[in-house]
Each structure stands twice: as C-alpha cells, then as structure tokens.
C-alpha cells in the first residue's frame, strides 16, 4: 500500500520555530554576533509562555513520520523532540526547578552558584566586550543595568514564593547562598564599570557618572532585597535536610530530571545502583596500581603521600595554569590519530572569578565568544593551589581538548548543521563525550606515569561517587553527612571540596551530575559497536567524526544515528 508523502514543509517549519524559540536567548543572540541588549527572563509568565510553545511542537511533531525525513532532518526534529519536550514542562516546574540559561540546566533555587551565581558570570565577558560605537549604545548600556537589576529581583522573587509553597532553601546552601549574593554585590561596580578610553570618539558628558548612580540607585538595593529575603524568617524555616525529595513534587520532578539529564530511561534506584557497581571495579583498579608501584598502604594513605610530592604540587594560580598548559602541550603530537580535524578556535585557561570560588569545586568550561575567540577552562585557584594536582591531566582532557573544548567549538564552526543543532546543549552527550574523551587521552598515552594513571582513576571515582551520592540525597532519603561519608572513603576530594560538591547536587543543580559517567559509558558501547561492524574498515576519526559532525544529541537519538552512519560506511545503506 503507498503511504501518503511526507509534508517536507511542515518538518521544516517546525525546525525553524524551534530554532526561533531558541535564539531568542540573548547568549545565542551574542554568539551570533549581535550586541547584548537584554537579559533573561526568569519570570512564571516566561516559563509559561516557552511552556505553550513546547507543547505545540510537540502536537505538530505527532503529525510527521520523523523516521521517513531525510537523515539530517530527522536529526534535527528529534532534537526538536527533545527540546519541545523539555520546554513544555517549564510552568509546572517552575516553583521546584528553573532553567535560568535556558539549557535544560535546572536549578533548584536562584541564588546558588551553578544556577543564577553561573548566570550572572557569564554576562561578564558580553560587558567587558561591549562595543561603544554611537550614542545609542551609551543608552543600550544603562538598559542592560536596568535589566541586570530586574534579573535580580526576578531572583527574589522567585525565592520568596519558592517559600510560600514550602520551598525554602536548606540550611547548609542558605549559609553559601548569602555569601554569594554579597560577593556579587560587591563585584558589581568592577563588572559594569567602563575605561574611559573604551567610548573613542562617542561623547558620553555624564555617561561614567551615570553607570554609578544607577549601579547605586538600582543594582545594589536590588542585591539587598535579595539578601534580605534570604533572611529572617526564611533563614529560620530554613531545613536541615537536603534533597529535592523533601520538598512538594520534589520526587516526582527528580525522576524526570534523571530522564532529562541522562536521556535514559532509568530510575534513581538503578542508577544509584549502577554507581555502587562501577565504584567496585575502579578501586580494584587504584588497587593495582599501588601493587604495581609496591604501595602496600590503602588509598587514603597512597592519596597522602601524593598529596606531599612537589611533583604534584603548585602554590600560585599561575603554576596551576602552567600544569594545565603542559597536559595541552603533550596531546598535540597524538591528535591526528584520533581526529581528522579539530576546531580553528584555539584553548586556554584563566582563573574562575572570585565570586565563585567559594562554591565550585574545579570550575567550568567558557566556549568561544565574539570579541574572545577562544575557549577557556576557568579553573578554581582556591582549591587548586591548595591540594594535589595528579588529576589535572584527566580534567585538561575533559575539559579542552579532546573533551568540552573540541565538542563545542566544533560544534559551533559546523556550517554544514542546522542552526538549532549548532546551538545544542544536551548534558548527557556533552559530558558524556567530555568523559569519553578523558579516556581516550589514556588509551593515547597521555598518563604515562602512575600516578596519573591513578589520578584519571581518581577523577573516575569522583564522578562515580555522584551516581550514589546524587541519588542518594535527592531521592533514596540520604542526609548530607551519610553523602560526604561516602564521598571521603571513595573520592580524593579534599574536605573542602566533598562539602561544595554534596552542596551541589542535593540543593542547587540536581541530576545533572549523571550524566557524566552514564554518557561516557554509552560513548564506548557505540565505539565498539561500530567497531565489530566495520572491522578493518573502523578508525577512531571516523566514529569521532560520525559522533561530533552531528552535533550534540539525546543518546538514543545518536544511538539511531550511528547505527545509520554505519550502514552508510559500510556502503549497505
């Protein structure tokens, strides 16, 4: 029987209002090279409005074949799937969690680091670039303070009806939560203020002064309503307990965002369960490695000694970046046999701004930007400098290149993508490839010694530790104590670092930390799938190349899609 054609047309219209819906983020808007003239929006009426639009993207989908499209199409429209799917939960989660960059990063409240804290920095690099080239953009720039004004009461907000509803921060964020907010506040002039000498030839007669007075007028008062709804009557509701179990709809809403984060369908139980099993073969393998270096003492002991040799030590921010820079100078030699090409934007690393320190264990990876073409690792020098560093190769790889750096700079050069995949962020496959490609580094040589072999191990069990410990704490009834307990006996994490980590996960951005290790894990089950089928004919470039070349997807989405790429390599497609 012939099946009716496939409406062409509708598939892509709808690829192009997903596309409209997500440049409308003024982080898009920038890498594409338009000047910043708002911020986001964090309001409920936002999130019902990007909600209503999820949900007729999804009804228009229920009406295409996706399977019939051409191949890049039907990629992109079960991107589409993906991100209508997401959107169109916005309004029912606001309360519990909210997407504050507009990624399908959900945090549980604002005022965190890894929510409206990673937010808030990442407007920095847009300020510092801003370009005054006429009058108007002197007028454009006291807006944008205006609005970075609203953005933070939109932050309160939010906070005092989170509270309304039985939603209050727990006692342990709320102490990290106020010290933020004071630290943004105080940051504040340093972030808007303007040279003289950035507005050439633009007469701007009271333009500094004005920065100050709106800064003074609007910005600071509205850091202090935030501070003073953390406390009060709030900072004494304040629970002891952590987990979004605890609160309204909290359980509910943590198995979706397993789902969301993982692109998997897994429970919290199998996944805390899949953890404990993993953690067990990755001690057996630290263990051979003190056998094999006559280490007769256990891993806290062996973790002590190497906390002691200089080898592993630096004392400076700028003997950390040295360590970074030397782990990006080894791979160069190995690249091509791995990689058919590489991204034009170049690499480096810069310390994390001191805002943030405080509450970030390591840092975070900043893709490339108009006015700074390059991609920075922005690495915390208060921990760093501080403790051992036997596993920066393993986070250099994950982080730069062959990991996060190499992905989105690809990513974002790849002219051959629809705009909606350019702009793809799916955690599981960014950080399941960013953890992929830290093994790969390994299996290309880049941790001859033992001790590095030990610190990607290290690095394996840390992020091992999070499929118990996140599951834990969110939903399996875990406190905060039981979670670091597991994190000291199994993690090389100094103290320090086990309490923003535990931080992390229970009380600002929970779930997303799965991704790592359930991505990583897939990325291998398809390398070596497409290895059985190819034989000879398999290369590590040709999979990299089959993975990367189409952009970030959903797991099963990529799963469908190599399964293809190979039949088409294979010439039996």
């Given at each position: 029987?012939?099946?009716p ?6 598939a ?5 209002d ?5 440049r409308?983020?003024p982080f898009?808007q920038?890498?594409l090279?338009a000047p910043l ?7 409920f009426?936002e ?5 209503a639009?999820?949900k ?13 499209l051409?191949?890049d199409l039907?990629?992109?429209l079960?991107l ?5 799917t997401?959107?169109?939960?916005e309004a029912d ?8 960059m507009g990624?399908?990063?959900f945090?549980?409240f604002l005022p ?10 990442t ?5 510092a670039?801003?370009r ?7 007028d454009?720039y ?10 933070v009461?939109q932050?309160?907000e939010?906070t005092v009806?989170q509270a309304?509803?039985g939603i209050?921060?727990?006692r342990?964020?709320?102490a990290?939560a106020?010290?933020?907010?004071a ?9 808007w203020a303007?040279?003289?000498?950035r507005?050439g030839a ?7 002064t ?6 003074e007028?609007e910005?600071?008062?509205a850091?202090?309503?935030?501070a ?10 304040a629970?002891?307990?952590v987990?979004?179990?605890q609160y309204?709809?909290g359980?509910e809403?943590?198995?979706e965002?397993v789902?969301?984060h993982?692109?998997m369908d897994l429970?919290a139980e199998?996944v ?8 067990a073969r ?7 490695i003190?056998?094999?270096v ?11 000694r190497?906390?002691?040799d200089p080898?592993w030590?630096a004392?400076?921010?700028d003997?950390?970046?040295a360590?970074?820079r ?5 791979i160069?030699?190995?690249y ?16 994390l701004p001191?805002a ?13 930007k108009p ?7 922005l690495?915390?020098?208060a921990n ?7 596993t ?9 290149i062959?990991g996060h750096?190499?992905?989105l700079?690809?990513q974002q ?6 705009p909606l995949r350019?702009h793809?962020f799916v955690n599981?496959f960014?950080?399941g490839w960013?953890e992929y ?5 390994g299996?290309?040589g880049?941790y ?5 072999r030990?610190g990607?191990?290290?690095m394996?069990?840390f992020?091992?530790?999070r499929l118990?410990?996140?599951?834990g704490?969110?939903?399996l ?14 993690s090389a ?10 931080i992390r ?5 929970p779930?997303?930390s799965?991704?790592?290790k359930?991505?990583d894990?897939k ?9 059985a ?11 990299h ?5 189409a952009?970030a997807l ?6 469908w ?5 190979t ?6 497609r």
């Open positions: 029987m012939n099946q054609p496939v409406d062409f047309g509708a892509l219209r709808l690829a192009s997903a596309w409209e819906e997500v409308r983020s898009v920038q890498s090279g003239t708002r911020l986001p929006d964090l309001s009426a999130a019902a409005r990007r909600a639009v999820g007729d993207l999804l009804a228009r989908l229920d009406g295409i074949e996706i399977d019939r051409p191949h039907a990629l992109t079960r589409v799937r993906f991100r209508a997401t959107w169109s939960r989660w606001y309360w519990t969690v909210v997407d504050p990624i399908g990063f945090g549980l965190t680091a890894y929510c409206g804290g990673f937010l808030l920095t407007i920095r690099p847009a300020l670039s801003f005054f080239d006429s009058a108007g953009d002197l454009r006291l807006a944008l303070i205006a609005d970075y004004a609203r953005l009461d932050m309160t939010r009806g309304e509803r209050v921060m727990p342990p964020q709320l990290q106020t010290a933020l907010v630290g943004l506040r105080a940051q504040a002039r340093g972030l303007v040279a003289p000498d507005l633009v007469k701007g007669a009271g333009f500094l004005e920065i100050g007075r709106r800064l007028a910005v600071e008062p850091f202090d309503r935030l003073d709804a953390l406390g009060g009557e709030y900072a004494a509701r629970p002891e307990s987990g979004i179990g309204p709809g359980q809403v943590y198995a965002l789902r969301l993982t692109t429970t199998q805390h369960q899949l953890g404990h099993e993993r953690m990755i001690q057996a393998e630290m263990k051979a003190r056998d094999e006559g280490f007769t003492g256990d891993s806290k002991a062996f973790l002590a190497l906390d002691q080898r030590r004392d400076t921010s003997g950390v970046a360590v970074f030397r782990y990006m100078e080894r160069k030699p190995a091509a046999s791995a990689f058919a090409a590489g991204p034009n934007a170049g690499h480096d690393v810069a310390p001191e943030l320190q405080a509450s970030m264990t390591f840092g975070f990876y900043d893709v490339p006015g700074r073409p390059v991609g920075l690792y690495f915390n020098p760093l400098t501080k403790t051992s560093l036997f920066v190769g393993s986070l250099t790889y994950h982080e730069l062959p750096h190499h992905h700079a690809s050069e790849n002219r051959g993508l629809h350019v793809s599981a960014n950080e960013a490609a830290a093994t790969l580094a299996e290309l880049m001859p010694e033992p001790e590095e030990y990607r191990l290290a394996d069990a992020l091992t530790c118990v410990v996140d599951t704490m969110n939903a009834g875990w406190t905060l104590e039981q979670a670091r307990a597991y994190l000291r006996a199994n994490m100094a103290e320090t670092e086990v309490r923003s980590e535990t996960y229970s009380c600002d951005i779930a997303q799965l991704a790592y359930l991505g894990g990325m291998l089950e398809y390398r070596d799938r497409m290895r089928r190819m034989g000879p004919r398999f290369s590590l470039p040709t999979f190349a089959a993975v990367i070349d952009g959903p797991l099963p989405d990529l799963d899609h190599l399964e293809r790429e039949e088409r390599l294979l010439g039996t």
